[in-house]
């Protein structure tokens, strides 16, 4: 059965009417709930974050609570009522919901609104819906503010969303229920990924920092320091003077350039002169970079020849002792991130400097050592991280499915006055 064909099934011929979300649901802004006010029990809060970074699209419990006589001040928040975010620094997370499904009254603040449905629709479509271009270009023509992005809970009434077979509430909300039962199909199964992604994580970083722990008399210790050439970059001010569009240019390298589960900065959206790379800390391919500030310590492989500026520290001429490879995962690992935050946390640094990393104690195995560990740690490397293999392909081939069947089961037809 085509796509097509199976929709028209679904259907059956029946109406779909476009209605304003007030008239299937009483729309209530949220107010209040500042931090201070949370609790380690008491009455559920659904506070600013979760509702797009926790939840999905549904939740049997929340994270934070307060006390009743805080929440006696609160809108209320009851089983089956969807929650939406009003207000956010990013477009993309004002307008996204969740279906409150536990079994407590909950509570929540002024960056949401309370959505409730009346006999016509169904919470979890209304939520489903509100993921599609469509309602993302229906909110935008109401938003407003630039740093902080907000629409009203007025403004937000006024949009549309379709309701099959408007005339007959049980009949639409079969169909309703339909749609949202295919559509948690996909949801489950990217969760059931995500779920063994995240383990498969654990599971690496636990061989990780097992095959990288060494008793002091196994293998030679070395200081950073001593094994390797360890540089704080270098800023040319002003910056804006020496940035060029000349394809000549010495590329740039910013925190911008790196991606979060890469292990290489392979471009740079900018370059600079030759004249403002003499006064910056110029490294080769194959050079090692750590951000001595922001995601202190995580390292990247150069996969170019580049500049860098004063947030990151470099680290090169280690290659005698040390297999690229082996390095990666050693500073990876969580002996090293902890040894790094001991330090910062001690009071003594601020930042992660080249003199605090110099004095770094490295495990140096034989070369051939070396490359075992790479080759095992490389397998499980490879199945959590790439984006081409394993366990994040398969969760990226399964959500493009997702906004596919989602994006044909909630598109319907507009009639030309509701367009």
């Not at 009254?105 to 993921?131: C, E, L, M």
């Not at 195995?365 to 490397?381: C, G, H, M, N, Y």
């Not at 366990?391 to 037809?413: A, G, M, T, V």
Request: proline share 5%; hydrophobic share 35%; net charge neutral.
């Amino acid at each position: 059965m085509s796509d097509v064909s199976f929709m028209e099934k679904l259907l059956d011929g029946v109406e779909v009417e476009w209605k304003t979300l007030v008239e299937v649901a009483e729309l209530v802004r949220g107010n209040g709930l500042p931090k201070k006010d949370f609790t380690e029990t008491g009455v559920p809060a659904i506070h600013y974050g979760q509702i797009y970074t926790y939840y999905g699209v549904s939740a049997t419990k929340t994270k934070s609570f307060v006390s009743p006589e805080t929440a006696n001040n609160l809108k209320k928040v009851n089983t089956g009522d969807v929650v939406i975010t009003n207000t956010s620094e990013n477009f993309e997370d004002v307008g996204k919901a969740v279906v409150y499904l536990g079994e407590q009254q909950a509570v929540t603040g002024g960056h949401a609104t309370i959505f409730k449905p009346n006999k016509f629709i169904s919470g979890k479509y209304f939520v489903y819906f509100t993921q599609t271009d469509v309602f993302s270009k229906a909110k935008r023509k109401y938003a407003k503010g630039a740093k902080v992005i907000d629409v009203s809970a007025t403004d937000m009434a006024k949009l549309q969303i379709p309701i099959p077979c408007p005339d007959n509430p049980e009949k639409s909300l079969v169909i309703q229920a339909e749609i949202v039962r295919i559509l948690d199909t996909f949801t489950e199964l990217t969760t059931e990924l995500t779920t063994e992604l995240t383990a498969r994580k654990k599971q690496y970083n636990y061989y990780r920092d097992q095959l990288l722990s060494f008793e002091e008399e196994e293998v030679k210790w070395k200081s950073f320091g001593e094994i390797a050439k360890v540089q704080r970059g270098a800023s040319p001010r002003p910056i804006a003077k020496y940035i060029t569009e000349d394809e000549n240019g010495v590329p740039w390298i910013k925190i911008g350039d790196t991606s979060p589960g890469s292990k290489y900065v392979i471009k740079t959206a900018q370059k600079i002169t030759s004249e403002g790379a003499k006064k910056s800390r110029i490294l080769k391919k194959g050079d090692f970079i750590l951000s001595n500030s922001m995601s202190f310590g995580r390292p990247y492989i150069l996969d170019i020849n580049g500049a860098i500026h004063d947030g990151w520290a470099s680290i090169s001429d280690f290659s005698a002792n040390l297999n690229s490879d082996y390095l990666y995962h050693y500073l990876s690992s969580n002996n090293v991130q902890n040894y790094w935050v001991s330090k910062i946390n001690s009071g003594s640094v601020s930042n992660l400097n080249a003199d605090l990393i110099k004095t770094l104690p490295i495990p140096i195995p034989s070369l051939t050592e070396q490359a075992r560990i790479v080759a095992i740690l490389d397998k499980f490397d490879t199945l959590t991280n790439s984006i081409s293999e394993g366990l994040p392909r398969e969760i990226e081939l399964r959500q493009k499915q997702y906004k596919y069947y989602r994006d044909l089961l909630l598109s319907f037809p507009r009639p030309e006055v509701a367009a």
